[in-house]
């Protein structure tokens, strides 16, 4: 019975520890993030100006910082209950080593997002090499605008949504089928949670180009709904929901031509 007792007791400090860690990562993402809004304001008025100033390797390699401190900010909180499931399991499995295949799994993952980083810091150059993006980072005509809104709406309803919101939504049954032993397995499961996290969640962060890249209430926002749809009962429905209002956003504003904000 003690012995029992003192296993369950570490394993809840194994918890506590990565939960800690986790929370950590996320505050130090968020609070770069704030740094980042309350100091750019200049910065985003000239990189706005393609004509004016040409973007540089230093505003780039700045750019991808954000985005990947960005997806940090954002998507550590909804990934946290498969991070966690994980070190139950492998604290379980293998007492001698419990951390550091944990912090692999979280790697593995967060490089997943570091490679959709580097792709949304090209689309960013691109539109801005183009004179799509205001100063505020956020798409500049209705009908960009609207065309992502009606994308990421579409992409609610279709079966890739709804294969990968259904890996990041049941985390147990993910670890059963994906399972792999050691350093090296962690890591390649955190990979492969990874490519289905941003299957599932890509198109909400493309919406970042209709309300303003920069803009933290709406990051909170679109972070906040992505927990949402991974944690609350009949989640899919959530999405299809969000996706409608999504598909009336993008009509309004490709027909109407003004902005919704």
């Given at each position: 019975?003690?012995?029992?007792?003192?296993?369950?007791?570490?394993?809840?400090?194994?918890?506590?520890?990565?939960?800690?860690?986790?929370?950590?990562?996320?505050?130090?993402?968020?609070?770069?993030?704030?740094?980042?809004?309350?100091?750019?304001?200049?910065?985003?008025?000239?990189?706005?100006?393609?004509?004016?100033?040409?973007?540089?390797g230093a505003d780039l390699?700045?750019?991808?910082?954000?985005?990947?401190?960005?997806?940090?900010?954002?998507?550590?909180?909804?990934?946290?209950?498969?991070?966690?499931?994980?070190?139950?399991?492998?604290?379980r499995r293998d007492r001698?080593?419990?951390?550091?295949?944990?912090?692999?799994?979280?790697?593995?993952?967060?490089?997943?997002?570091?490679?959709?980083?580097?792709?949304?810091?090209?689309?960013?150059?691109?539109?801005h090499a183009a004179a799509?993006?205001?100063?505020?980072?956020?798409?500049?005509?209705?009908?960009?605008?609207?065309?992502?809104?009606?994308?990421?709406?579409?992409?609610?309803?279709?079966?890739?949504?709804?294969?990968?919101?259904?890996?990041?939504?049941?985390?147990?049954?993910?670890?059963?089928?994906?399972?792999?032993?050691?350093?090296?397995?962690?890591?390649?499961?955190?990979?492969?949670?990874?490519?289905?996290?941003?299957?599932?969640?890509?198109?909400?962060?493309?919406?970042?180009?209709?309300?303003?890249?920069?803009?933290?209430?709406?990051?909170?926002?679109?972070?906040?709904?992505?927990?949402?749809?991974?944690?609350?009962?009949?989640?899919?429905?959530?999405?299809?929901?969000?996706?409608?209002?999504?598909?009336?956003?993008?009509?309004?504003?490709?027909?109407?031509?003004?902005?919704?904000?």
């Amino acid at each position: 019975m003690n012995g029992n007792k003192s296993r369950e007791n570490w394993l809840r400090q194994d918890q506590a520890v990565v939960l800690a860690g986790l929370v950590g990562l996320t505050a130090a993402a968020w609070t770069y993030m704030i740094h980042l809004a309350g100091t750019m304001g200049q910065v985003n008025v000239e990189m706005a100006m393609p004509h004016v100033q040409a973007w540089g390797g230093a505003d780039l390699a700045l750019l991808l910082i954000m985005w990947v401190v960005m997806m940090v900010a954002m998507m550590v909180p909804s990934a946290a209950p498969m991070i966690l499931r994980f070190a139950q399991i492998n604290s379980r499995r293998d007492r001698e080593d419990p951390y550091v295949p944990t912090a692999a799994f979280v790697l593995g993952y967060l490089i997943i997002w570091t490679g959709f980083s580097i792709l949304a810091t090209a689309l960013q150059w691109g539109l801005h090499a183009a004179a799509l993006l205001s100063p505020a980072m956020a798409s500049s005509t209705p009908l960009l605008g609207g065309g992502i809104l009606l994308a990421a709406g579409l992409f609610q309803w279709t079966p890739l949504k709804y294969t990968c919101l259904t890996q990041c939504r049941s985390p147990l049954g993910f670890l059963m089928t994906e399972w792999r032993e050691g350093t090296r397995g962690a890591l390649v499961m955190g990979l492969r949670h990874g490519v289905y996290c941003v299957g599932c969640c890509s198109m909400l962060m493309a919406l970042l180009f209709v309300v303003g890249v920069m803009n933290l209430l709406w990051v909170a926002a679109i972070a906040g709904f992505v927990l949402l749809e991974k944690i609350v009962p009949q989640g899919q429905w959530v999405s299809r929901a969000a996706g409608l209002l999504l598909i009336g956003g993008g009509v309004w504003m490709v027909g109407v031509g003004m902005p919704l904000l």
